[in-house]
Every structure is written in structure tokens, then in C-alpha cells.
């Protein structure tokens, strides 16, 4: 006896359809699962003979063979569950397939028979043919952003029974409530002086810059950085439609509404691994955080706590945008274009950056410095120092700009990008400065003392060419970069002093 | 071979002999020749609980080889015996029983001064070493430093910046053996000093850099001169430690006034409080001397002039690192304006960057 039930199953951000099929005959009672299962899998079978005698219904005692179609696809995890379950109970004569129909399941089981929600719903579903779903109730509002498919949520195996023998209709979603308001995040308003840093981080947001905060410990670096995701503009239909599946896949929980709207910040600690940060996995190919933060923001706090492999990690997915994950089994591509922010101190005391303030030995700042690699450290078109506020600051001031009122100019700019045909500034191509960020005679002269006296390289000077548009669009836009923008630029990409004192050259 | 080739061969073995200092190897070679000596070493008859570990080593090493490659390396080994050892180190409390010298010993017949002080240092404190070091060249006064990082190396590019006629030479003394440039990235450095002037060591060649050598370097460098200038020290820093070995031998010190906020001059505001004279200019040292300045103001301003945003800028400093930001709370510029302005200063040399912090130059060199 045969049963044949469609379901779908998830690797790296994409699903895959996959058909299980159950085949009982007589033998010694026995239990196989073939087609590239992992080890979650193989343990369905526990899972489903206890679901199966919880919810009323009969165990074979017979050869029992399970192949999960096509066998090229590994299977992951336990999310073929429900559709093994049903499957049984079609190849052992307990319901028949016509009643099953096109229908597709979803769904981990657990022993008393509930049906509990796996990772990657909303990947899954897109995976599957346009028939009806069945899935557990917490994924309906996930699956529903899909759009014109058929969903059943249930909640356990015995009502999927009565539904499959025609004893119960087939629910129906019920209307999802109108998500509310995102809670206020941290707001800019809370920021008390620091005007250099506060505005690093506007033309970070408006152009897509990645920043490094420099500076001592309790200088507001943290504070800073968790107030970008406010500024930044809300994600497009498209952009919260491709995070959303990769907080999906990732099993990330998701907001009310099921779409993400407000761009992800992901800050992981420095003892992640390189695969917890690039994705990865030996079976699953999960996205890691850089994928979680496709379309927001990674924070990177304590950069030169991370070990030197697990960044340079980084280094490939900051110019494609897109992480490729290859393993023995199989490669997949992971999106993962992200703004990044970085803090640091200076050196292990966290003093050193002043002259003279620092009371490490040689050998410890050396090791520090030889953590960060300089392509790395190149990728940061925006490099600040934050210092402590002053107690006036702190005490006496008006509170900052609002978020708001920050994030208006944001997006007028990220306008500007995208009539220029770029996604922001940062991404503005070499060839093109020239036509969309030309240079005042002032502003021509003043890169030109500064490329003779050596403070900026060749490499450098494009990314101080974009940061000026970015800073000259946020000062109005004129056409035309002036003097006092590629100043402000260059006043905004500090060398980090990481191996002082600066030697003085000798003289002949 | 000669006898004095011999003898240089047998001083410089007894230098690298295993665990022997300074205080051993005086006391070794107090009244006999080297030769002597290394024989009564290679018989182990010496009066020492290593006799006969050395003796081991001894009975490998060749003096005539080892002459042969301090001739090669153009390396002098000096001892007390001989004509060419510098007199003022031969009247010390500590005398090195055995000196290595590369470079000109004539380069001593100056009057001296050491110009000390910490290897992390300010902008600022390098700056004004450097100025010291050139003003005290070009008035003819020898300037004795430890090729370190920070406020020594600077000190000796001053000296170099002022070579010409009438000039005097610098003079290095460093913690270990001359064909071992420490910190590797003074090797530039190191070698004009060995070629210009005169390279001291009482490390035998290929000596690694080992912590007890600093302090015994610092000893010389105070016994070498005739006052000892800090120009930045923290609290605890070594070149306090040539303080002490100079008080000890009666020379004086002298120290330059730092900010009360900069932990690099806490150490030498304390000498000051301990009653120091205080040096602000290098006719101060001059006039420590007992010789004649005058004569020679620092260049004319050759930079041009601020204008008025430059000068508000200028004056935001008050002489100490600030931060960009700093700048802008200080001055109330728009930030454009400012970074601007920083940018003019820099290209004119009225301030410098180190990092993301900005310092004013007093002058230029």
C-alpha cells in the first residue's frame, strides 16, 4: 500500500518541494526513511508513531518504508512531520488519497499529536504548488505573505484526521489583526552633544557608509549605533519581502504583521563563529547574522575582540552583497548587503588614542593592531572618534534632533541615490563621480595638497569622493562638492592611530 | 696576530660569557689584561660559581676569531686599558669593564647632554625633542640619547636634521649588541648615528634586548653626561631611572613643564615640583652649561599666516589633543567650516594628526 502527500523542505533561504511517500508491506515490523534525510528526520519516526496512536489512529505493524522524493535535496529537520503522519495513514488504509488531494502539509509533531511550526514557513510555502496547506495556527500569518494560496492552519493531528475523513470542514485562517505601531526604538533625541559622531552616523544612513566608532570605554559607541535602524528609511515591499524570508529561514522570530519593516539590527557577540556569522552549517546551510542584517544594519561591537579569521569572513559578502556558503553537499548564495557598524578602543586600555593617554606596553598594542586587517579596515568609509560628552553636555543641553526629523533628510537623499541609479551613494561606481559628484575649483585643490602631503591614498580618494556627495546632498544638494565638503569627509575618516607614537620620518 | 687583537677577542668573550653583568665583568678585569683573564677562564681558575660553565664555553670560543669578526663588523672593543677608552666613563662609579663601539669616539669631546624621556610620548613632547636635539647640535653641544621610541629617537633626528659645518655629532648608547637594531623600525636611524657619530654599547654583538640591559644602558648614558634633560616622563617611566643614576653621580637635571592633564608629563612635572630647573628653550640648557646662547633665534614664521576661522581654531587648542569634535563644541563652527579650516592648518603645518586627534605645532623645524 502506497501514500503520497506533497510538503517542502528548507535549505540555506530556499525551499524545496518534496513529495513523501510511505510504502507498507508485510515483513518484520520495521521503520526506514530513505532520501537524504538528516538525523532530525530519521527521528520523525518516534515522533509520528507516538502522534499517530495520541490522536486515535493505528500503527502499522509492518515493513514500513519512507522515501522523501527527490533524494538529490537533503532534508532537514522535522518539519516533515505532518505530512509522514498523513502519509502513513494513507498507505495503511486508515484515510484514502483521494481524500488527501492536492492538499500539502507542513509541521513538526509532537507526541501528544499537536502540530508546531518549523523554521522557514514563509520559504517553504513559496516552494509549494498552488494547492491547499495544511500548517500549524502560528504560521498562517508567515505563510499568508505569500499571497493566493489556500491555508489550514490546525493545531494537532486529530483535526486533521476529522478533517481528512470529511467529519470537520477545513479551517480557515482567521482575519489577522491589524498589526500595530512598531514600539518607538531607541530614540537620537537621547544622544546629548557629540555633534561630530551624530552627524558620522546621519551620512552613514544616507549614504550607506560603513562606520567605525573609535573611542574610549563609556563614550556612547553602543548608544550611538543602536539608533541607526531609526534613521534609516523603512524597507520597501521587495527589501522587507527578502529579509523577511531570511529571518524566516533563519527561524528569527517575526514582527506581528509577519512582513519586516523596520530595517533588522543584528549585533553579534565577538565570540560568534565564523559560520554563526556567514551562515553555514554542516547540514542545514543556515544564514548567519550578516544574512540576518540583509537590508539593516550588523554592529560589530569590541571589533578587535573578534578573531582576525572570522572578519576577514567578512571582507567578500561587503563588496557583493551576497555570502556564498559551499559545503560537501551543496552551495547555496545567501543575500547579505548590510550597513556595517563598528566599535572599537583604540587599544587593549582603551586610552591610547590620545597622545600620550595610554598605558599599554608596546607588545600589547602591536598585537591589538595586527588584529584588524587594513582591507578591513579600508572598507570603512567613515572612521570617527567618539569622546566622552561633557558633564554640561550631559546635564545642561536641549535633548538631540529627534530620530524623526533625522531620518526625513535620510531619505531625501537615498532619493537623490536612486535617481543617480545607485541604491545609496556608497555604491556610486568610480567611473561616474566624475558626471554625478563634480568637484568645486576649491574642492579640487584642496584633494590635491592633500593627496601631495600623503594624508589620503589613491585608494582612498574615491570613497572620500562618495562620502562628500553623501555630505554635500545632505547640506542641500547642490550639484557641485565643495571645499568644505570634501574637508568634512576627510575630518571624517581618521587613520586609527592603532600603532603610536607616529613616527617622525627621518629627515634625508 | 697581534697582542691587541688578541686582547680585543678575549674582552669581547668574557662580555657574552653566560650570565656575566656589568658589575662581574668590571670586577673580572679590574687589574689584569684580558688575555689573562680569558685564560684563567678557560682553565676555569676564575673565583665564580659559573667557572665551570664558562670554562665549557671558553674552551669552544677562538679570541682570534672573534677579533676577526669585530674587525668585520668595524665594531671597537675597549677596555679599560686601553688609550682610546673615553676618559669620562673610565672616572665612573660603574665604569663598563668592556665598551663596544661603532662609528667615531671623537664624537665624546663635546660637551654632552642626555636627552631622555618615555617611549609613548605626545606629538608634542617629540616635537620639542626634536627642536632640543637640532638647537643643541648646531650650538655645538653632543647630544647623548638611547635610540628608543618616542622622546629618544626624536632627539637624534633633531641632531640629524642639524648636521652640516659646524655641528656636533650624535651619541647613541643602547641596550644591546650593534648589529641588533632595537626597535627594529629605528634601523634607519641607528645606522646615520653609527655613521655620523658614535654607537656605545657594553652588549657583545648579536646580544638580544633583554629588561636588565635598560636599566645598566641608562647608567652610561648618565655617566656620559654632563646634565640630563627629561622632556616627557610618566609617573613611573624608565628614563626617571637615568634621573636617579645621575643624581646619584651628581649631574643635574633639568626637565620640561608639561600640561597638568598630559599622564606623559606627569613624570617630569614631579622632577619640577623635586625642584628641577625647568627647560623651555634650548638656551635654558645652554645657559646650564655655562655657555653663551644667544645668536641664534629659531627661524623666522615661515608658515602662512591663519586666517581668522584658523586662528579661532588655534586658539581652541590651548596647547593640548583635541578631537575633531572637541573642536566643534569649542569654537561653535558649523562643521563643514571647521573641517575645513583643519585642513588648511594641516597642509600649513600648524597642526599635526595623529589618529583621530589633532595637535598644534609650535614650531617649525
Known amino acids: 500500500m502506497l501514500g503520497l502527500v506533497p510538503s517542502a523542505s528548507l535549505f540555506g533561504i530556499d525551499g524545496h518541494a518534496v513529495t513523501v511517500e510511505v510504502h507498507i508491506s508485510s515483513g518484520l515490523p520495521s521503520f526506514t526513511v530513505v532520501g537524504s534525510p538528516d538525523a532530525s528526520c530519521r527521528e520523525a519516526r518516534d515522533r509520528v508513531r507516538a502522534a499517530l496512536l495520541s490522536s486515535g489512529c493505528e500503527w502499522p505493524l509492518q515493513r514500513v518504508t519512507v522515501n522523501l522524493a527527490p533524494p538529490t535535496v537533503r532534508k532537514v529537520g522535522p518539519g516533515l512531520d505532518l505530512a509522514i503522519a498523513v502519509a502513513m495513514l494513507v498507505a495503511s488504509g486508515q484515510i484514502t488519497q483521494q481524500a488527501v488531494g492536492d492538499r500539502s502539509f507542513l509541521g513538526e509533531l509532537g507526541l501528544d499529536g499537536a502540530v508546531r511550526p518549523v523554521a522557514g514557513t514563509l520559504c517553504l510555502t513559496d516552494a509549494l504548488g498552488t494547492g491547499a496547506l495544511v500548517l500549524p495556527v502560528p504560521s498562517a500569518v508567515e505563510a499568508g505573505l505569500v499571497g493566493d494560496r489556500i491555508l489550514h492552519p490546525v493545531r494537532n493531528l486529530a483535526e486533521v484526521v476529522a478533517c481528512l475523513e470529511g467529519a470537520d470542514p477545513w479551517p480557515v485562517p482567521s482575519p489577522i489583526e491589524v498589526a500595530p505601531p512598531p514600539p518607538p526604538t531607541d530614540d537620537l533625541a537621547d544622544v546629548r552633544g557629540q555633534p561630530v559622531a551624530r552627524f558620522a552616523l546621519e551620512v552613514a544612513a544616507a549614504g550607506g557608509h560603513h562606520l567605525l566608532l573609535l573611542g574610549p570605554p563609556g563614550a556612547g559607541k553602543t548608544m550611538l549605533a543602536a539608533r541607526l535602524p531609526g534613521v534609516l528609511p523603512p524597507l520597501s515591499d521587495g527589501e522587507a519581502l527578502q529579509t523577511t524570508r531570511v529571518h524566516s529561514a533563519a527561524g528569527l522570530a517575526l514582527p506581528t504583521g509577519g512582513l519586516i519593516r523596520i530595517p533588522p539590527f543584528r549585533a553579534p557577540h565577538h565570540g560568534a563563529s565564523a559560520v554563526a556569522l556567514v551562515g553555514g552549517g554542516t547540514a542545514l546551510l543556515r544564514p548567519g547574522e550578516i544574512s540576518a542584517a540583509h537590508n539593516g544594519v550588523l554592529f560589530l561591537d569590541e571589533l578587535a575582540e573578534f578573531p582576525p579569521r572570522v572578519l576577514d569572513a567578512l571582507r567578500q559578502p561587503l563588496e557583493e552583497g551576497a555570502v556564498r556558503v559551499a559545503r560537501a553537499v551543496a552551495s547555496v548564495s545567501l543575500p547579505a548587503r548590510f550597513l556595517l557598524v563598528a566599535a572599537m578602543n583604540p587599544c587593549p586600555c582603551g586610552y591610547g588614542s590620545r597622545p600620550g593617554g595610554c598605558r599599554c606596553t608596546d607588545s600589547a598594542r602591536a598585537r591589538y593592531a595586527r588584529r584588524l586587517s587594513g582591507p578591513l579596515l579600508d572598507r570603512f568609509d567613515l572612521r570617527v572618534e567618539v569622546t566622552r560628552p561633557s558633564v554640561e553636555d550631559l546635564l545642561g543641553h536641549q535633548p538631540g534632533e529627534s530620530s524623526a526629523s533625522v531620518a526625513r533628510r535620510v531619505a531625501e537623499v537615498r532619493d537623490l541615490a536612486v535617481r543617480r541609479g545607485v541604491r545609496s551613494n556608497s555604491e556610486l561606481p568610480a567611473r561616474r563621480l566624475d558626471e554625478v559628484a563634480p568637484l568645486s575649483h576649491d574642492a579640487t585643490r584642496l584633494l590635491t595638497d592633500v593627496l601631495r602631503s600623503g594624508r589620503l591614498s589613491a585608494r582612498g580618494l574615491h570613497r572620500v569622493r562618495r562620502v562628500a556627495r553623501t555630505i554635500a546632498d545632505l547640506s542641500g544638494a547642490p550639484h557641485e562638492i565643495g571645499a568644505a565638503h570634501v574637508a568634512t569627509a576627510l575630518g571624517l575618516r581618521v587613520d586609527p592611530a592603532l600603532d603610536q607614537p607616529a613616527p617622525v620620518e627621518l629627515a634625508g | ?365
Request: overall charge negative; hydrophobic content about 50%.
Open chain 2, 1 to 365: 696576530m697581534t697582542a691587541t687583537m688578541s686582547a680585543a677577542g678575549s674582552a669581547a668573550l668574557l662580555a657574552g660569557l653566560p650570565g656575566i653583568g656589568p658589575n662581574r665583568l668590571a670586577e673580572l678585569l679590574a687589574d689584569d689584561d684580558p688575555e689573562a683573564v680569558w685564560q684563567l677562564v678557560v682553565a676555569g681558575r676564575v673565583d665564580d660559581p659559573h667557572a665551570e660553565a664558562w670554562a665549557a664555553v671558553a674552551r669552544a670560543a677562538d679570541p682570534a676569531a672573534e677579533a676577526a669578526r669585530y674587525a668585520e663588523a668595524e665594531v671597537r672593543v675597549l677596555t679599560r686599558a686601553d688609550a682610546a677608552y673615553p676618559a669620562v666613563l673610565a672616572a665612573d662609579l660603574a665604569p663598563p669593564g668592556v665598551l663596544f663601539a661603532r662609528g667615531e669616539l671623537s664624537a665624546l669631546e663635546t660637551p654632552r647632554v642626555a636627552i631622555v624621556g618615555t617611549r609613548r610620548c605626545t606629538g608634542t613632547g617629540a616635537g620639542f625633542a626634536r627642536e632640543l636635539g637640532r638647537e643643541l647640535a648646531t650650538a655645538g653641544v653632543g647630544v647623548v640619547s638611547g635610540l628608543a621610541l618616542g622622546i629618544d629617537g626624536a632627539a637624534h633626528r633633531g641632531v640629524l636634521d642639524a648636521a652640516g659645518v659646524s655641528w656636533a655629532a650624535p651619541i647613541g648608547v643602547v641596550g644591546c649588541g650593534l648589529d641588533v637594531p632595537y626597535p627594529a623600525r629605528h634601523r634607519p636611524l641607528w645606522d646615520a648615528v653609527g655613521e655620523r657619530g658614535v654607537l656605545l654599547s657594553e652588549a657583545p654583538l648579536g646580544a638580544r634586548p633583554a629588561p636588565w640591559r635598560f636599566p645598566a644602558r641608562n647608567r652610561i648614558i648618565a655617566a656620559l653626561a654632563d646634565l640630563v634633560v627629561v622632556v616627557e616622563s610618566h609617573a613611573a617611566g624608565g628614563s626617571l631611572l637615568t634621573v636617579t643614576e645621575a643624581i646619584g653621580r651628581g649631574i643635574e637635571v633639568l626637565a620640561v613643564p608639561g600640561s597638568v592633564r598630559n599622564p606623559a608629563a606627569a613624570g617630569t612635572n614631579q622632577l619640577l615640583a623635586e625642584g628641577c630647573h625647568p627647560v623651555t628653550a634650548a638656551d635654558d640648557i645652554l645657559v646650564a652649561l655655562g655657555m653663551v646662547p644667544g645668536g641664534r633665534r629659531s627661524a623666522a614664521e615661515r608658515r602662512p599666516a591663519p586666517d581668522d576661522d584658523g586662528r579661532r581654531v588655534l586658539e581652541a587648542f590651548d596647547w593640548e589633543p583635541a578631537t575633531l569634535e572637541q573642536l566643534v563644541l569649542r569654537t561653535g563652527l558649523a562643521l563643514g567650516v571647521l573641517a575645513l579650516s583643519v585642513q588648511q592648518l594641516l597642509d600649513a603645518g600648524w597642526i599635526m594628526a595623529q589618529g583621530s586627534w589633532y595637535e598644534r605645532v609650535p614650531s617649525v623645524p
